[in-house]
């Protein structure tokens, strides 16, 4: 071979620059339909998947696993957990509304029991309020539970408000408050203590104290009237 032995192991300078790592891609993995709760309404989605992918020379040639991935709604570009799929609106809309249902008799009960007496004319206001907010009847022995739940559970008011700030809009909560205060003057007086309870039932749905002499007033005005 002579002079020729020196090239016989000869690495090309491109051959010895060789890059390699990983990097983060997403993909769309499928696209369907799906409810947005941001559009308030039936939409199109991407099924979107991260990927980590082995790179040569930056360019990614292969998966090595799935990092995560979610849904994007094609509207508003909102994304979402995978459950999202599983997300039924008229099934949640029930479940909001028994939370309601529970938390105005709740609240009634409460505000009733909050001045150490039990007034026949609370109970019929609470009748009256359960009747044209729900159009399903309030019966005694309903009012009756109602009542040893609350004894027996005192505490189960502030996880009932809590419920409902999460779930009622301002107007659902002002709701609420009225529904409280009626009760409160169907006997013809309204405690200390039913004010006390009155002031804490605004401060969990954040109104203030001039809101609530606002609405109140209107109630006052309503019986007045």
């Known amino acids: 071979m002579g002079g020729l032995d020196k090239y016989a192991e000869y690495t090309s300078p491109a051959d010895m620059f060789f890059i390699a790592g990983t990097k983060g891609e997403t993909t769309t993995a499928g696209t369907g339909t799906f409810y947005c709760q941001n559009c308030q309404m039936e939409s199109e989605y991407y099924h979107e998947q991260v990927h980590e992918k082995a790179t040569v020379f930056f360019i990614p040639i292969v998966n090595l696993r799935l990092l ?117 003057i169907a006997d013809g007086e309204v405690d200390k203590r039913e004010e006390k309870l009155l002031i804490k039932m605004a401060k969990h749905f954040q109104i203030s104290s001039a809101h609530l002499r606002g609405i109140i007033s209107e109630v006052n005005e309503t019986v007045s009237g």
């Open 68 to 184: 995560g991935e979610y849904i994007e709604c094609q509207s508003c570009a909102n994304t979402y957990e995978m459950e999202i799929l599983d997300y039924d609106p008229e099934q949640k809309q029930k479940e909001i509304e028994a939370i309601y249902l529970v938390g105005i008799k709740k609240v009634m009960t409460t505000m009733m029991l909050a001045d150490g007496k039990i007034d026949e004319n609370e109970k019929s206001m609470m009748k009256d309020i359960y009747k044209n907010i729900t159009d399903l009847a309030l019966s005694d022995n309903d009012i009756d539970k109602e009542i040893k739940n609350c004894k027996a559970n005192p505490v189960g008011l502030d996880n009932c408000l809590k419920e409902l700030f999460s779930y009622l809009n301002e107007s659902g909560r002002e709701t609420i408050i009225k529904v409280a205060y009626w009760v409160s």
